[in-house]
T-cell receptor, first 113, second 113 residues
């Protein structure tokens, strides 16, 4: 059974800092690894999707990497802004029918002005 | 496009009452999912569907039933609500490809007294 863990559970940084969020998974037989953003009281918004054959994906100030052999993914946020404050969730799409996602518990990020 | 919509947004039930949560998507997606999210935890899959007329159990299916009579709708039913079912419920859809992300609705907050 796939298990996904995110460390740290919460993070507070001053505006402008570069930061890294960590995600680890136990079963490397995945189709892809996805990062989502969740604002308080809202649904999830997809940020980046890394296919199992890829090493990284970039979107603006965000860069996500994937290392299947070690069961790890990282989300790098450059030059953080107060608007980046949210909960970030990673999810592994498992290699089985239904394209099911297994989610980590999330990292709650606060960027202080 | 409205994307994925959920009805209702918020509901209070008494123990033993029943209710149905409605999820609708206008993107012609094949796959649909129901998740629950509890405080401090990631999302856990309740049930999913890979096409009209099909349903399957996820990680935490007990106490819930689902139906997918039309491709665009996925219903989640609670026959006899319990306080342990107090949670935020999210619906999601996926076009069926493993290179695609899941698209989430805004959530339904359910309180069972």
């Amino acid at each position: 059974k796939q298990e996904v863990t995110q460390i740290p559970a919460a993070l507070s940084v001053p505006e402008g800092e570069n930061l890294v969020l960590n995600c680890s998974f136990t079963d490397s037989a995945i189709y892809n690894l996805q990062w989502f953003r969740q604002d308080p009281g809202k649904g999830l918004t997809s940020l980046l999707l890394i296919q199992s054959s890829q090493r990284e994906q970039t979107s603006g100030r965000l860069n996500a990497s994937l290392d299947k052999s070690s069961g790890r993914s990282t989300l790098y946020i450059a030059a953080s802004q107060p608007g980046d404050s949210a909960t970030y969730l990673c999810a592994a799409m498992n290699n089985n029918a239904g394209n099911m996602l297994t989610f980590g518990g999330g990292t709650r990020l606060m960027v202080k002005p | 496009n409205a994307g994925v919509t959920q009805t209702p947004k918020f509901r209070v039930l008494k123990t033993g009452q029943s209710m149905t949560l409605l999820c609708a998507q206008d993107m012609n997606h094949e796959y649909m999912y129901w998740y629950r999210q509890d405080p401090g935890m990631g999302l856990r899959l309740i049930h999913y569907s890979v096409g009209e007329g099909t349903t399957a159990k996820g990680e935490v299916p007990d106490g819930y039933n689902v139906s997918r009579l039309k491709k665009q709708n996925f219903l989640l039913g609670l026959e006899s609500a319990a306080p342990s079912q107090t949670s935020v419920y999210f619906c999601a859809s996926n076009p069926s490809g493993t290179q695609e992300t899941q698209y989430f609705g805004p959530g339904t907050r359910l309180l069972v007294l």
